[in-house]
């Protein structure tokens, strides 16, 4: 079992614990009797896997409220964050409160953003299902949710007080899930470590050692989140890789893209133009190509979806500064570097490279 | 014209301009053309009246889009979020936009939480013109809407970069709406010191000093949120004096008694407590009751009001811990003691004694 604590300026501190048997030590790292009310917020696929489980884990389950979402991106909405906050009202509950979201990224973002809001902020506790958000989302802080057709367009940054990342989730997670997790894991490799990346091409999804995996990418992240809480010094920028793109054919797909997916390709586009301005080798650009396709993820854009139409939406990408976007390319494997401008001619040309 | 700059631990420092004038100097203060888009949120009250010189003082006018929203409590609901962050999104807003709030309570708390959420944060300024606004509620970012019925139950701590209080815009404030702002001007009168509570009943409302009474109760409030951001010390429970009573009031009457009225109510009830819990004298207490009839406030409770349901209903209050309120008292006029607990007979009994 692995713990970690986390110190942060602009927020409480918080603790990350990873591990197989982490969420059975659950109730020594957190005081569930402390708080007056508890509500455990989960989605419809998760709820019949691990629910009752989960809360009995919490060595307090006669009192904790469960609500149960749709799953899928489109309860990452307004709707969804009102139907928790009535929730929460309904059963009276205080500023001592607890919220705990047990999900993939769309719980998490949209519980801890309920949590964020509800009488100015209560304290929450994230259990991510996912490989996703085992490995990126359920860690940092970003809440959030869609907007009118814009991703995670509003939230808040807003740091839950426990994260707990234990791979036992992985057991029901469908292939495809995995597979969709693996474009944010693939992510950590090419940023940081090139010999991570060799870690997970020398293994497939049967054999991956998911423990060492999560622990690698999660304790990433936090270390980065810690640096940079609020994405101001650039920091936190790096784990951004591939997602500017990838959210924006997420939006185009109205959503039927999947995230995972979303970033595999924008990662593509992004070692397209790390060649083109930081020199990427175009032996290692295939490199990322072969991992992709490795762990089955795209390398193309989706059928019909047209580059003008990207690279309109990608003017309106909430990091875009006057309609500017800074990007983290590579210089090469492990070695990225964010805030880079670049001329709209060269993203036009990376992103038809890839029509397929 | 008074100047401040405040230093906030959690968050980014902000600045308070006091004083005749404010307005016009406002440029100095600010560098509008550092943000790539400005949308001012107003109402459909205050429009008409000061609008269009307000953005005229920004010397920036051509690029800046009003949000009319229709005045009153009603509009501090989702919908109205919703609407503002539509308009921020259809502007294509990034990051480096800036959101800013020209209204009283109501505007400003919707306003200022559209801010705190649209991209995770952007930056916004408060510049309230009623008398509530210009003394209490446009100080301190706390931001939020009232939600299925419940006043300040859905929102966020997020401080504006700058509030700009000009006295300038009581001309146009309807005689209703000072007697309304006056509860909160008597309450720091009453917490904090008696002399300034003398300088109040020297005058009326036609000949008071504003720019000193605004100075007194902005300065006030903006030191005690320095020291107390989130509201975790007890200190900035202070200005909640008669809020908790009065803001049931304001929820039972579905909002139809404006919040001053609750407040004075709220601040009679506390008086009545403050002598059984911490021996107020008589004579103290029947001084608040007369500069509150002076100031054309109501000392009752509401016509048909049940005690019962206002007490039901302060379990819910935002600040309760499982179900218990902790009060501000007072020992005498000009000293406040939060965190107070009041056995249930005596919070009935002093409601009790103000039915009319």
Not at 67 to 89: D, F, N, W
Not at 232 to 258: D, K, Q
Not at 301 to 316: F, R
Request: hydrophobic share 40%.
């Amino acid at each position: 079992m692995i713990i970690r604590n986390y110190h942060l300026t602009q927020s409480h501190d918080w603790s990350l614990l990873i591990g197989k048997g982490a969420l059975g030590v659950l109730p020594r790292h957190i005081s569930f009797r402390d708080y007056s009310s508890i509500v455990i917020a989960t989605d419809d696929n998760v709820a019949p896997c691990w629910l009752s489980m989960v809360i009995k884990s919490f060595g307090k389950s006669g009192s904790v409220l469960p609500i149960i979402i749709p799953h899928g991106e489109r309860s990452k909405c307004m709707q969804t964050v009102e139907s928790i906050l009535a929730s929460l009202q309904s059963v009276g509950m205080g500023r001592d409160g607890l919220l705990i979201a047990l999900g993939g990224g769309v719980v998490g973002d949209v519980t801890g953003f309920a949590a964020s809001i509800y009488k100015r902020g209560i304290d929450y506790i994230q259990i991510p299902t996912s490989l996703i958000a085992l490995t990126d989302s359920a860690i940092g802080g970003k809440t959030g949710i869609d907007f009118v057709e814009s991703k995670n367009s509003v939230g808040t940054f807003y740091q839950p007080r426990l994260v707990v990342c234990d791979p036992m989730f992985l057991k029901t997670l469908p292939r495809r899930e995995l597979v969709n997790g693996m474009a944010e894991v693939i992510k950590y490799g090419l940023i940081t470590d090139e010999k991570f990346l060799g870690l997970l091409t020398s293994h497939t999804l049967d054999d991956m050692p998911w423990e060492r995996v999560i622990d690698f990418c999660a304790t990433y992240k936090a270390d980065i989140v810690a640096r940079d809480e609020r994405d101001t010094l650039g920091l936190r920028a790096l784990v951004n890789f591939g997602h500017t793109v990838g959210h924006a054919i997420e939006a185009l797909s109205r959503y039927r893209v999947p995230h995972g997916h979303g970033v595999a390709i924008g990662m593509m586009v992004a070692a397209r133009m790390s060649s083109q301005v930081l020199g990427l080798s175009e032996f290692e650009r295939e490199k990322i190509e072969f991992v992709l396709h490795q762990f089955g993820l795209p390398t193309r854009l989706p059928k019909g979806m047209n580059v003008n139409a990207i690279i309109q939406k990608l003017g309106t990408d909430k990091k875009a500064r006057a309609g500017k976007v800074k990007w983290v390319l590579l210089k090469k494997i492990g070695k990225a570097v964010p805030g880079i401008e670049v001329p709209g001619k060269v993203v036009k040309k990376a992103l038809e490279c890839l029509y397929d």
